[in-house]
């Protein structure tokens, strides 16, 4: 497992130190351990973290609720894969949610008949998703 020190860290999540020294004071990230000298060494699920704060960053969520997100995926489960594409979902949802809501004024500005064929085509599609997620969730709990 590879360990991280401070700099390599943000070079390779392309933060500053600053940065990460912030995150770790919010408990945003933990060093996985402390070398003899003090220094804080971070392991790769870290630089996911990270990767995963910006891009929630990027979706104008606060950092209060990127930390309430992470918390609680990371309790779900200890494998690191099902947790990362579990945020990942729930980012997506959480966006496409914001976007339907960007939707809904342009909605009542078309005809009926239009309005119709939007909502029945963005129906179908998340119905077949629906049903496929509860799928997958279904046979992961057998």
Known sequence: MKLYRIGELSKAAGVSERTIDYYTKLGLITPEQRTQKNYRLYNSETLNRI???IQMKLEKYSLEEIKN???KW???S???QV??????????????????NELKPLLEEMK??????????LLTKSAACMEALKIMLESSMM
């Open 51 to 53: 990767e995963r704060i």
């Open 69 to 71: 997100s992470l918390d």
């Open 74 to 76: 990371s309790n779900v």
């Open 78 to 80: 200890a494998n690191e």
């Open 83 to 100: 947790t990362s594409k579990l945020n990942s979902l729930e980012i997506h949802v959480e966006q496409l949610e914001r976007e339907m």
């Open 112 to 121: 009926p008949a239009q309005q119709r064929k939007v909502v029945t085509a």
